[in-house]
């Protein structure tokens, strides 16, 4: 018997994983210039139909909208009545390649994009944003994820109709008891009892839905944030690797995300690289971990085993990420977890499956997993049909035609006896759901 040592880190060698479900991403550089951002947005006629279409960007009607700045080729902005754009400011920020969206200080604007399907539970927004001003400085720009009941943020009438939740995440410190050296996070606006526990109201504030995002500080310079809707009744804010969980209405998903500030805003911002998915947000962040993994009866290549870790959370068996390692031959590979407390379910080609329950990363020590053989057909489960499977390759070496690896159950090179009596012994067992 060998051990399959896992080394949990940041770094993702020889690892492949299937991380959120992207409904929707933008890095702002497929734009040719200001005009092609803003083409569904028409100032001169707020009622167009267009405007509810769905999978772009809209801009409200809060002239001028957020502008799109290239910092290698700046822009000449269009000049509409009633909507005028600014000049490229010199300092202009991109995250990635060279454009971004730039909110001018001052300057009240707001950019909403009206999903092509709902989501759910597991729905996040996920982005990164670049902070111009000092801490202490008046900042109100944010990032809102929202549910309409009739699906869509309706700028045709200027009004937000049919809302009934809105989860932000910003720099919202125009409340007299917001800590300007530190972010926000906003909960439920439409019912008081999803409200931020610890929401201003509750200290005698104006902002009844706006709370401190305690363990993170304000400063200049780029920023990862998300929202995740991630259990039915409770949302997760992430900024800059710090969590904050707040109650949330559990009847109630994601249509609309939308980018905004007040004009009492008193330092720029620029936003870049949104995502909007399904699953664990790129900001979450993740946690070296030892895990040490024993594949009974296993004395061959380490190489040759394909092992799944399912991430789950606590008692629930659809997977958030499932990432597929490949171990090198000693049986050492690197992989990241999310910070947090979850289900690991872990699989190889020829094992059945196994869950740690509740784990919490970064856990302190080693997780020991060990594994059972003899499911050749991955169904999780030893069976008929993979006495069949043996059977067909039965007699082969590596190499030959017909060798089958998932038979292979003790890793020598060879279906025989040995893969037969490990069958056996295992014959009738069902792996971990």
Same mark, same amino acid.
């Given at each position: 018997?060998?051990?399959?040592?896992?080394?949990?880190?940041?770094? @993702?060698?020889?690892?492949?994983?299937?991380?959120?479900? +992207? +409904?929707?991403?933008?890095?702002?550089?497929?734009?040719?210039?200001?005009?092609?951002?803003?083409?569904?947005?028409?100032?001169?006629?707020?009622?167009?139909?267009?405007?509810?279409?769905?999978?772009?960007?809209?801009?409200?009607?809060?002239?001028?909208? @957020?502008?799109?700045?290239?910092?290698?080729?700046?822009?000449?902005?269009?000049?509409?009545?009633?909507?005028?754009?600014?000049?490229?400011?010199?300092?202009?920020?991109?995250?990635?390649?060279?454009?971004?969206?730039?909110?001018?200080?001052?300057?009240?604007?707001?950019?909403?994009?009206?999903?092509? %399907?709902?989501?759910?539970?597991?729905?996040?927004?996920?982005?990164?944003?670049?902070?111009?001003?000092?801490?202490?400085? $008046?900042?109100?720009?944010?990032?809102?994820?929202?549910?309409?009941?009739?699906?869509?943020?309706?700028?045709?009438?200027?009004?937000?109709?049919?809302?009934?939740?809105?989860?932000? @995440?910003?720099?919202?410190?125009?409340?007299?008891?917001?800590?300007?050296? %530190?972010?926000?996070?906003?909960? /439920?606006?439409?019912?008081?009892?999803?409200?931020?526990? /610890?929401?201003?109201?509750?200290?005698?504030?104006?902002?009844?839905?706006?709370?401190?995002?305690?363990?993170?500080?304000?400063?200049?310079?780029?920023?990862?944030?998300?929202?995740?809707?991630?259990?039915?009744?409770?949302?997760?804010?992430?900024? /800059?690797?710090?969590?904050?969980?707040?109650?949330?209405?559990?009847?109630?998903?994601?249509?609309?995300?939308?980018?905004?500030?007040?004009?009492?805003?008193?330092?720029?911002?620029?936003?870049?690289?949104?995502?909007?998915?399904?699953?664990?947000?790129?900001?979450?962040?993740?946690?070296?971990?030892?895990?040490?993994?024993?594949?009974?009866?296993?004395?061959?290549?380490?190489?040759?085993?394909?092992?799944?870790?399912?991430?789950?959370?606590?008692?629930?068996?659809?997977?958030?990420?499932?990432? $597929?390692?490949?171990?090198?031959?000693?049986?050492?590979?690197?992989?990241?977890?999310? +910070?947090?407390?979850?289900?690991?379910?872990?699989?190889?080609?020829?094992?059945?499956?196994?869950?740690?329950?509740? +784990?919490?990363?970064?856990?302190?020590?080693?997780?020991?997993?060990?594994?059972?053989?003899?499911?050749?057909?991955?169904?999780?489960?030893?069976?008929?049909?993979?006495?069949?499977?043996?059977?067909?390759?039965?007699?082969?070496?590596?190499?030959?035609?017909?060798?089958?690896?998932?038979?292979?159950? /003790?890793?020598?090179?060879?279906?025989?006896?040995?893969?037969?009596?490990?069958?056996?012994?295992?014959?009738?067992?069902?792996?971990?759901?």
């Amino acid at each position: 018997m060998r051990v399959l040592g896992i080394l949990l880190i940041l770094a @993702l060698f020889a690892t492949s994983y299937a991380a959120a479900q +992207v +409904v929707f991403s933008d890095d702002f550089e497929s734009y040719r210039g200001q005009q092609q951002f803003e083409q569904y947005d028409n100032p001169s006629d707020p009622f167009d139909p267009i405007w509810l279409t769905l999978g772009v960007w809209h801009g409200q009607i809060a002239p001028p909208n @957020l502008q799109l700045i290239n910092i290698v080729n700046p822009y000449t902005h269009p000049a509409y009545t009633g909507d005028p754009y600014l000049p490229q400011p010199s300092d202009a920020k991109a995250h990635s390649g060279q454009q971004s969206l730039w909110l001018k200080a001052g300057a009240h604007r707001a950019n909403f994009l009206n999903l092509s %399907a709902p989501l759910g539970t597991g729905a996040y927004v996920d982005w990164w944003f670049y902070d111009t001003g000092s801490a202490g400085k $008046q900042a109100n720009a944010w990032v809102e994820l929202l549910y309409y009941t009739n699906g869509l943020l309706d700028v045709g009438a200027g009004v937000t109709t049919g809302q009934v939740e809105s989860f932000s @995440l910003g720099a919202a410190s125009f409340d007299p008891k917001a800590n300007r050296n %530190a972010y926000q996070v906003r909960g /439920d606006i439409s019912d008081p009892a999803y409200y931020p526990s /610890d929401s201003f109201a509750s200290q005698g504030g104006g902002a009844a839905t706006w709370a401190n995002f305690s363990g993170t500080t304000r400063s200049a310079g780029w920023h990862h944030a998300a929202i995740w809707l991630w259990k039915p009744n409770e949302v997760l804010f992430i900024l /800059d690797g710090a969590t904050k969980i707040e109650p949330r209405n559990p009847a109630y998903g994601a249509t609309t995300v939308r980018i905004r500030g007040l004009a009492s805003n008193a330092t720029d911002f620029y936003f870049d690289d949104v995502t909007v998915g399904a699953g664990i947000p790129p900001a979450m962040p993740r946690s070296n971990t030892a895990c040490a993994v024993t594949l009974t009866d296993f004395t061959g290549d380490y190489s040759l085993v394909s092992l799944q870790i399912e991430i789950r959370q606590p008692n629930d068996l659809q997977p958030l990420e499932v990432q $597929q390692v490949s171990p090198d031959t000693s049986g050492s590979v690197q992989v990241a977890l999310p +910070v947090g407390r979850w289900d690991l379910a872990f699989k190889a080609d020829r094992s059945l499956r196994r869950v740690l329950r509740s +784990v919490n990363v970064p856990a302190s020590g080693t997780l020991n997993v060990s594994l059972l053989g003899g499911d050749a057909d991955g169904d999780n489960e030893v069976s008929l049909f993979d006495f069949g499977k043996l059977v067909a390759a039965f007699g082969t070496l590596y190499g030959d035609p017909g060798y089958d690896p998932a038979t292979d159950f /003790d890793g020598d090179g060879e279906i025989s006896l040995f893969d037969f009596g490990i069958l056996v012994r295992n014959f009738g067992l069902v792996g971990d759901e």
